[in-house]
């Protein structure tokens, strides 16, 4: 249970950028799958069907505008709140670059923030990704590369906007 | 190759999914072009940030929460996960078939002539039985009788081995 939990956690953290909504929506999530749990085919793998169904829930809330968007937490509460697979205060560059990234996925479309989060952040195969989503494999690679270029471009701006100043 | 037609790569690039004629090609344009360098520079940068990015343990209120909300349902989980397991599978269609003939026979209109044609067959089996155990007695007794003679014809070949039959 804490294994999926956490999973689900983390996606719909990544994902909204907000803790308190992390949690209010795992819960959600949580709630749903009590209620559709008779629906779950024992051959498939419990983990990808939990998080399809986390993933349709937190874009169905999405697209319902029930947060506030462009309201992320501060990197720095995601780091104090992470575990040992934070970087130590060794790594300031790469804390800068993923402060800037958090930032970057709101900018995204939910679609694509949830394939470039699966992808990217929790290191998910293309396969396991086209299961999830519901998606052919190419379907899957083309959103992939549209999110991380969006996020390349993001974070080339910022940087220009810096040099500006 | 456009520019565009290029960063349509960089994700199979970044992946290691591309064969080398078009990882050569890629690599003679990023050579060529500022902005197209500088976009990939960015993105394999971004891909070790993300794949670095902190995991965060949910509070303990919300597990406590989530745990109230499965705990109930669990059970019957578990259940249904085992009653689905392929080792049970054999028991549970005999258990079906078994299901199928007694609501067969239950919800039958002809119900009474079904039980009539039980009851007759029961009984033509009991007089089987019954003539069966009285032909097995018959053996039986023939057995005895059998039994006895082959004793009383041997009682006399051991009052010839013990009398003078031996010196001759």
Redo the contacts between chains.
């Keep these: 249970?804490?294994g999926y939990?956490?999973r689900v956690?983390?996606l719909a953290?990544?994902f909204s950028g907000s803790?308190q909504e992390a949690?209010d929506l795992?819960?959600d999530i949580?709630?749903k799958?009590?209620g559709v749990?008779?629906k779950?085919d024992?051959s498939k793998s419990f983990a990808a069907w939990l998080t399809t169904l986390a993933k349709n829930h937190l874009i169905d809330v999405y697209r319902k505008s029930k947060w506030e968007k462009g309201h992320r937490d501060d990197f720095e509460d995601?780091?104090v709140?992470?575990?040992s697979?934070?970087?130590p205060e060794g790594d300031v560059v790469?804390r800068e670059?993923?402060a800037m990234?958090w930032k970057a996925l709101d900018g995204l479309s939910p679609d694509v923030r949830i394939a470039?989060i699966l992808r990217?952040?929790q290191?998910r195969s293309?396969e396991e990704m086209a299961g999830i989503l519901d998606l052919p494999l190419g379907t899957v690679?083309?959103r992939?590369?549209r999110g991380?270029?969006q996020?390349?471009?993001a974070?080339?701006d910022r940087r220009g906007e810096c040099h500006d100043l | 190759m456009t520019c565009d037609a290029i960063?349509?790569l960089?994700?199979?690039l970044?992946?290691g999914e591309l064969p080398a004629a078009e990882r050569a090609r890629i690599e003679a344009h990023l050579t060529a072009c500022a902005d197209c360098r500088?976009?990939w520079t960015?993105?394999v940068?971004?891909?070790?940030?993300?794949?670095?990015?902190?995991?965060?343990?949910?509070?303990p209120a919300?597990?406590a929460?989530?745990?109230a909300?499965?705990a109930p349902?669990r059970p019957?989980?578990v259940r249904?996960?085992l009653a689905?397991m392929p080792r049970l599978q054999p028991a549970l269609a005999v258990l079906s078939t078994i299901l199928i003939a007694i609501s067969m026979y239950a919800f039958h209109p002809d119900r009474t002539l079904i039980d009539r044609s039980i009851s007759r067959r029961i009984h033509l089996a009991y007089s089987r039985v019954e003539t069966l155990y009285v032909r097995a007695e018959g053996w039986t007794g023939r057995l005895g009788e059998m039994t006895s003679n082959v004793l009383d014809a041997v009682k006399p070949a051991k009052g010839d081995d013990g009398g003078g039959d031996r010196s001759q």
């Design positions: 249970m804490n939990s956490k956690f983390n953290y990544q803790y949690e795992t819960q949580f709630l799958l009590h749990l008779s779950y024992p995601v780091a709140r992470a575990e697979r934070s970087d790469r670059r993923q990234l470039v990217d952040i290191g293309y690679k083309s992939i590369n991380r270029l996020l390349a471009v974070l080339k | 960063r349509d960089f994700s199979g970044l992946d500088e976009l960015l993105l940068e971004n891909r070790d940030a993300l794949a670095a990015f902190p995991e965060v343990e949910p509070s919300l597990q929460r989530l745990a909300v499965v349902r019957l989980f249904l996960h689905l």
